[in-house]
C-alpha cells in the first residue's frame, strides 16, 4: 500500500511539473514565443538547413503579434532557398499574394512580387501586379517599374508577304497574292483566298473573287452579292463601302444598297465622315450628303487605310503646305506633312524634313527628330531613325528599339512589322491572352 502511495505521489509530482511547464510556456507572449520560434529557426538557416526552419517560421507567422512581419520575411527567404523543391515556390508566391491582400499593403511588396516574376520570364503576371499595386498605393515606383516594362513583346509566328495596318481587331493580310484576314496577332480569321478584301466591320467583309463582288462574315460565308457591275471598292467602316461603278465612285451599304451621290474618290469612314473628291478638289463629308469640310481643298490627308477624320481633328491639304483644323477653324503652323490622329494619343507631323508629333490644339509635344514616323495608337507611335523603326513612348521616349524594315501603328495590343523573314505581328506580352470579336 505504500509502494502504491508513492508511485500515486511521483506521479502526481510529473503530471504538476507537466502542467507547471505548460502553463510557464503558455505564460509567454505572443511576441516572445515569435522571438522563441526566430531564434531557432536562425540556428537552422545558419546551417543551411532550411527545410526545418520552415515549420518553425509558418508557425511564427500565423501568430498575430509585434514579430509577424518579420516572421514572414525570413519566410521568404527561405522559400526562396529551398524553391528548387517542389511546392515552395508556390508557398513563396502565396505569401506574398497575402500580403498584397492586406488593406495596408505598402508598395515594396508589389514590386518584390513584380521583380520575381520577371525574374522567371512571367511578365504577364508582373504587369498585372504592377498594375494592381499602382491602383492601390499609387507609387512612383510602381510606375516607373511598370513603364519600364510594359513594353515587352513577342514576336507571332505567322509570315505574310503583306500586312495592314489593323483595324477592328483584325488586319487584311496576303499570303501568294491572294488576300484575307487575321487577328490582331496573326491567327486566321478569313483565309487568304480572295482577289481583294476589306476591312471588317458589322460582322463583315467585302471581298472580290472570280469577278464577283460579295460580303462574307467571320465564318467566310457569304452573306450578300453586289449586283451591279463595279470595278474596285474601298474599305468598309461605319457600315460604308466606297464602290467604283461607271468611273464614279459610290457609298454602298453592307448589304449593297447604294447611295446616288457620286465622287471622283472617297476614303474610309471614320468617326462618320470621310475625305472625298469632286470636281477635283477635296474636302470632309459625312454619312449623307453634309459636308464637315467644303471640298475646296488640294487634298486630304489619309492613313493607309484611307482614313481622315478622329477626335474632331482632319489635316487638310493646300498647295505644298499641311494645316490642322479642328471644329472649322485652323489650329498652328504649317507642316511639310503630316498623319491623321488616331483615337488617342499624339498626330506625327513633318517639319523642316523631320518628324514630330503635336496634340489636338497645335502644340508640339515631342521635338522633329525622326526620319519618319506615324502617328500613336495604344500610348506608342512606329518611328524611323536611318533605315529602321522601333517604338517610342507618349513620352518620346524609345521603348522599341529600332530592328524592322517597317511598322506600322498598335491596335489591339499588336501591329504588324516587316522582319528579314516577311510581315509579321509583334504583340505585347501584357496582351498575349488575345483580342475576341
Not at 499574394?97 to 504577364?124: C, H, T, W
Not at 484576314?181 to 480572295?194: K, N, T, V
Not at 457620286?262 to 459636308?291: H, M, N, P, Q, R
Request: charged share 20%; aromatic share 12%.
Amino acid at each position: 500500500m505504500k509502494v502504491y502511495t508513492r508511485i500515486l505521489i511521483g506521479a502526481g509530482c510529473v503530471a504538476l511539473l507537466a502542467i507547471s511547464w505548460f502553463l510557464a510556456v503558455n505564460s509567454k507572449s505572443s511576441a516572445e514565443k515569435q522571438l522563441e520560434l526566430l531564434a531557432q529557426a536562425a540556428e537552422y538557416i545558419n546551417s543551411g538547413i532550411y527545410i526545418r526552419a520552415v515549420p518553425l517560421l509558418e508557425e511564427a507567422a500565423g501568430i498575430n503579434a509585434a514579430h509577424t512581419q518579420v516572421a514572414e520575411e525570413e519566410l521568404k527567404k527561405v522559400y526562396i532557398a529551398l524553391s528548387g523543391s517542389r511546392g515552395f515556390s508556390r508557398r513563396y508566391t502565396g505569401l506574398l499574394e497575402r500580403q498584397m491582400g492586406r488593406r495596408d499593403a505598402k508598395p515594396d511588396v508589389f514590386a518584390e512580387a513584380a521583380e520575381y516574376y520577371l525574374g522567371i520570364s512571367r511578365i504577364q503576371e508582373a504587369l498585372t501586379v504592377l498594375k494592381t499595386g499602382i491602383e492601390r498605393t499609387g507609387s512612383a515606383e510602381l510606375v516607373q517599374m511598370y513603364e519600364n516594362n510594359r513594353y515587352a513583346y513577342e514576336t507571332n509566328r505567322a509570315i505574310f508577304d503583306y500586312i495592314s495596318a489593323i483595324f477592328g481587331a483584325t488586319a487584311q493580310v496576303e499570303r501568294d497574292g491572294l488576300w484575307g484576314l487575321a487577328r490582331a496577332g496573326g491567327a486566321m480569321l478569313i483565309p487568304c483566298e480572295y482577289d481583294m478584301i476589306s476591312t471588317y466591320n458589322v460582322d463583315r467583309a467585302i471581298v472580290a473573287k472570280g469577278g464577283e463582288i460579295y460580303a462574307v462574315d467571320r465564318e467566310n460565308n457569304r452573306v450578300a452579292l453586289l449586283r451591279e457591275q463595279a470595278s474596285d471598292f474601298g474599305n468598309f467602316a461605319d457600315n460604308r463601302i466606297p464602290i467604283c461603278i461607271d468611273g464614279s465612285w459610290r457609298r454602298a451599304s453592307g448589304e449593297f444598297i447604294i447611295g446616288s451621290a457620286a465622287f471622283e474618290e472617297i476614303g474610309t469612314y471614320s468617326g462618320g465622315y470621310a475625305a472625298a473628291k469632286v470636281d477635283g478638289k477635296w474636302g470632309v463629308i459625312g454619312l449623307g450628303t453634309d459636308w464637315l469640310i467644303p471640298p475646296v481643298y488640294d487634298g486630304i490627308i489619309q492613313d493607309e487605310l484611307g482614313r481622315c477624320y478622329s477626335r474632331g481633328a482632319v489635316f487638310i491639304q493646300s498647295g505644298d503646305s499641311v494645316y490642322l483644323f479642328a471644329g472649322g477653324s485652323q489650329i498652328g503652323e504649317a507642316y511639310e506633312d503630316a498623319r491623321p490622329f488616331s483615337n488617342e494619343g499624339y498626330a506625327a507631323v513633318k517639319r523642316y524634313g523631320k518628324w514630330g508629333f503635336i496634340d489636338l490644339d497645335g502644340r508640339v509635344v515631342i521635338s522633329f527628330a525622326f526620319d519618319d514616323a506615324l502617328s500613336f495608337g495604344q500610348h506608342l507611335a512606329a518611328v524611323k531613325l536611318g533605315d529602321y523603326w522601333g517604338y517610342i513612348s507618349l513620352s518620346g521616349r524609345i521603348v522599341i528599339h529600332p530592328e524592322f524594315l517597317e511598322a506600322k501603328s498598335f491596335s489591339s495590343g499588336s501591329a504588324p512589322v516587316l522582319t528579314a523573314r516577311g510581315w509579321q505581328f509583334i504583340t505585347l506580352v501584357e496582351y498575349k491572352r488575345g483580342v475576341s470579336l
